[in-house]
């Protein structure tokens, strides 16, 4: 673990008395009084599991921790206790163990672990004493999970996530921001390689590193198409940086051949130029290759496509024959026989029973007769429907009705004759 200025404290470590009691020993027997000894313990894994987090790294050692924890000259005298019981609880592992859980093969990387040294102590001394030694590493679970996904994620993110299979080197510069140091991202491939999500080899001493594709759901064995398809990968890259160092080559002799021209030296301009086309001769036939390995590996990734359409094609037609394994020709238009055999007999029963039901030509004349004569003997005289109107009601107009009232005779006046004189 790195230096405790890197770690950030929490509040109550400024409370001498609160921390008296956190730095003091837990007692033998938790049931005196399981209160104070449960929150002595949760406050402790809670802060080396955020350290750890905070540093980036996912392994801790009894020394490094007290170390780490020391307060005014003293340290934790519980940190002892807190490491067993998390081992016991499964939260954290001996380095050892978690790796030799995966595979052996790892044994012979040589990345930094303490894997070929001698188990000084068994898992069951580690639970039944006190006797913690103070190098033996521990890898914490949830951590080392947490930084296996975000090695993944880095990976399926980066510009190799066509390429399936890395160098270990390539691996360590692009997990720079992930993982704190190398211990780390080994922890991190182990766990990987427990998810089935990577796969790690040596190949002519030097080890490789196998990612799972999305497509897939478990990343398959390295194969000798693997190991070509990665040689040729590693040759486009160093005929790319060859490629462009011969450039920058070419441009700097050119830059000193203009700066000799003006200082008037002909002569050795002139050779630089022609040390400047020997060096774009050979970056063009560097170029070539180049382009050479790359419509190599075009092939090799639509070979690929074109075996997973093979496939994908192959699955259809087998389901195809299982769906169609009792369909026929035959047996089909057998069939559409008895279907439309079927639908006539319909048609005819329809037919029969709507016959059943229908009214003869006769009927229905006599029905209308029967009809026309109802609507004679219902129709009204042509003044029997109208009320009676009384003799008296009737009056002028103008003249209003009221009891009693007898209307006089109005006689017009005669115009006498005169006869013309």
């Avoid at 050892?96 to 012979?108: R, T």
């Avoid at 999970?145 to 360590?172: D, G, H, M, P, T």
């Avoid at 008296?392 to 009891?403: D, I, K, T």
């Avoid at 009693?404 to 004189?421: C, D, I, L, N, Y």
Wanted: with cysteine.
């Amino acid at each position: 673990m790195s230096k405790s200025s890197e770690t950030a404290l929490p509040p109550e470590w400024d409370d001498d008395e609160r921390m008296n009691f956190l730095f003091s020993d837990f007692k033998e027997n938790r049931d005196v009084n399981t209160t104070d000894w449960d929150s002595k313990m949760d406050f402790w894994i809670a802060l080396i599991i955020k350290t750890c987090r905070d540093r980036a790294t996912v392994i801790v050692n009894l020394q490094d921790l007290s170390q780490t924890f020391r307060r005014k000259e003293k340290s934790p005298l519980g940190l002892a206790t807190v490491i067993q019981s998390m081992a016991r609880c499964g939260k954290i592992h001996r380095e050892s163990e978690f790796a030799a859980h995966v595979d052996c093969g790892w044994l012979s990387w040589g990345v930094g672990l303490l894997l070929v040294k001698p188990l000084k102590w068994t898992f069951s001394t580690l639970l039944g004493s006190n006797r913690v030694p103070l190098e033996e590493s521990f890898v914490v679970i949830e951590l080392v999970k947490e930084k296996a996904a975000e090695l993944l994620a880095v990976y399926r993110s980066s510009e190799f996530a066509s390429r399936s299979i890395l160098s270990f080197q390539e691996l360590c510069a692009l997990s720079s921001d992930v993982c704190a140091d190398e211990s780390t991202l080994c922890m991190a491939l182990l766990q990987l390689q427990r998810d089935k999500q990577v796969t790690v080899s040596l190949h002519e001493g030097e080890k490789i590193v196998k990612f799972c594709q999305p497509d897939q759901d478990r990343v398959c064995p390295v194969s000798d198409v693997d190991i070509g398809i990665y040689h040729l990968q590693r040759s486009e890259k160093l005929l790319g940086e060859r490629v462009e160092k011969l450039g920058l080559e070419a441009d700097k002799c050119k830059e000193e051949a203009r700066i000799l021209l003006h200082e008037g030296k002909k002569s050795q301009a002139l050779r630089c130029l022609r040390g400047r086309k020997r060096v774009e001769k050979r970056a063009d036939n560097l170029f070539v290759k180049l382009e050479s390995i790359r419509a190599i590996l075009d092939r090799i990734a639509q070979s690929q496509t074109d075996k997973m359409v093979m496939q994908a094609y192959q699955a259809g037609v087998s389901a195809l024959r299982l769906s169609l394994k009792d369909v026929t020709v035959e047996r089909a238009e057998n069939l559409v026989d008895q279907i439309q055999e079927l639908c006539d007999t319909q048609d005819e029963v329809n037919q029969t029973i709507s016959s059943g039901v229908t009214s003869t030509d006769e009927d229905i004349d006599e029905l209308e007769e029967e009809l026309k004569s109802l609507l004679e003997e219902s129709k009204p005289d042509s003044f029997s429907g109208l009320p009676e109107v009384p003799a008296n009601v009737l009056r002028p107009f103008g003249e209003p009705s009221l009891p009693g009232f007898q209307p006089k005779k109005v006689t017009s006046p005669t115009k006498r004759f005169e006869p013309a004189q």
